[in-house]
């Protein structure tokens, strides 16, 4: 799990850094999508190494989970207090389905693209108007409220995601577990404003 | 002054049997009381009347041998830290608490009787390899093997597991898996464990899982329940271990 989920932490770091160029221009964003579609065969392998790994990411979560379950059939009368678990540590599998099914919707919000308007501002191969697109997209404030919402859970997702990790990775140390949770924590916010604040952008009208 | 406790004790007759929550009232305890005596007191009144006592596990009563086993309010070993339930004292309530007391619980960890269970399934993933094979003879010299002092003093974290099951009752997965990280974290560190260290580390990790115990998704809460303080670092050096063993067709 730890290893897949480094390569998906890569992957929407990248991601969010690519998107953020969006601040920059319009040109740069969209000069940024021709260079990825230009990519050409090592695009659609990236794609289909990603899927691989969400799914081996999945596969692994799904076993430890039904393993768990079984693992105490009779529940406590008297709930477990808990100590140390955090929302984002017992929420992983809920945080998890949710970005996936998030996953699956954004793939055909704008890569598949199944609106028709948005298709209709796509433009042609080599010469995109993603810059359009997104702006289009976010203008209507129900899609907006759900990739907000679902990017706030990834980044929770991420914060016990990161944390775990470095424990099962054998990096952390007595010494340096209140940096290693900060930064975990650090992680899950960057995401979450980084992501978010692409919608919200275009809400308040910064990006038209 | 003596305090009024409300005990809500989990009762079942036999392992197959259903068990329920049962309302014990502890009248008149002293603070100074440990758990457990005051459990022999209520014990002791409970027989007078005729009534089944209420059966738990416990030896040594000063925090060394790991039987005792009792989730305190929800808490296994109960509110204090770094204490296991024979330590824990009737001043850590107040007068009129209630206080749920309730068996281990995991699929690995059937109930006997009441609040017994059968830690059984440790023994057996000692078995399958927490131990060093050495050839017998004359005693050796004390000093005949170095360990330099950190491994040491790591090695002696480990081993200060006393085996008492509180991480598996504690996380909300059922992992023992910081119980076999500590047996197997105590001879890592040591020159006379590398022998069978890939081995063991294998062994012990398969018989864990044929158990039936959870697995560990870094709740944290197996360190922070356990009576010993052993560090959860000896999971991930667990990990490394066993990864290897399979690596190296151990
Ligand atoms: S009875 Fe021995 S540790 Fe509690």
Redesign the interface.
């Known amino acids: 799990m730890a290893i897949t989920g480094i390569m998906l932490m890569l992957f929407v770091l990248g991601h969010m850094l690519g998107n953020l160029q969006i601040f920059i221009s319009a040109d740069q964003i969209n000069h940024y999508a021709e260079t990825l579609q230009g990519l050409g065969n090592a695009l659609w392998l990236i794609r289909g190494s990603l899927l691989v790994i969400l799914l081996a990411h999945l596969g692994a979560a799904l076993q430890v989970t039904r393993l768990n379950r079984a693992a105490r059939p009779v529940p406590y009368q008297h709930a477990l207090d808990y100590q140390t678990t955090t929302f984002a540590s017992r929420t992983m599998m809920f945080t998890g389905l949710i970005i996936v099914a998030f996953v699956i919707y954004h793939i055909l919000h704008f890569t598949v693209v199944t609106d028709a308007n948005l298709a209709g501002i796509k433009g042609t191969h080599d010469d995109l108007n993603v810059y359009g697109m997104i702006v289009a997209g976010f203008s209507n404030t129900i899609v907006s409220l759900v990739y907000i919402v679902a990017n706030i859970l990834l980044g929770v997702h991420l914060t016990h995601g990161a944390k775990s990790l470095f424990q099962t990775l054998n990096l952390r140390t007595s010494e340096n577990a209140n940096c290693l949770e900060n930064f975990s924590k650090g992680f899950g916010v960057l995401v979450i404003l980084g992501n978010c604040s692409i919608p919200v952008a275009v809400l308040m009208g910064i990006l038209s | 002054m003596n305090m009024n406790i409300t005990l809500?004790v989990?009762r079942q007759k036999g392992p197959d049997a259903p068990?329920r929550?049962e309302i014990i009232q502890a009248d008149d305890i002293s603070p100074d009381m440990s758990f457990l005596e005051m459990l022999d007191l209520v014990n002791e009144r409970l027989e007078a009347i005729d009534i089944e006592s209420i059966a738990f596990d416990h030896d040594c009563r000063e925090g060394i041998c790991g039987m005792c086993s009792l989730?305190v309010?929800?808490?296994a070993h109960g509110p204090e830290s770094a204490t296991t339930v024979c330590q824990l004292h009737m001043r850590s309530f107040k007068d009129g608490d209630a206080v749920?007391i309730?068996p281990w619980?995991?699929?690995?960890f059937p109930?006997i009787r009441d609040l017994i269970v059968d830690r059984e399934a440790f023994e057996r993933i000692q078995q399958a390899g927490g131990y060093v094979s050495i050839n017998c003879g004359g005693s050796p010299d004390a000093n005949a093997i170095l360990v330099p002092k950190p491994e040491a003093d790591t090695a002696m974290d480990a081993a200060s597991c006393i085996g008492c099951g509180a991480c598996v009752a504690?996380c909300?997965?059922?992992?023992a898996m910081l119980f076999v990280a500590a047996k197997i974290g105590q001879f890592a560190h040591l020159p006379q464990g590398q022998p069978e260290r890939f081995r063991r580390a294998r062994r012990m990790v398969e018989q864990m899982e044929t158990e039936?115990?959870?697995?560990c998704?870094?709740?944290?809460?197996c360190?922070?329940?356990c009576p010993k303080e052993v560090?959860?670092?000896f999971?991930?050096?667990m990990?490394?271990d066993f990864i290897k063993a399979v690596l190296k067709g151990e």
């Open positions: 809500h989990w068990g929550m989730v309010n929800g808490i749920y309730e619980r995991a699929r690995a109930v504690s909300p997965n059922g992992s039936g115990f959870g697995a998704t870094n709740h944290f809460e360190e922070a329940s560090p959860i670092k999971i991930s050096e990990n490394r």
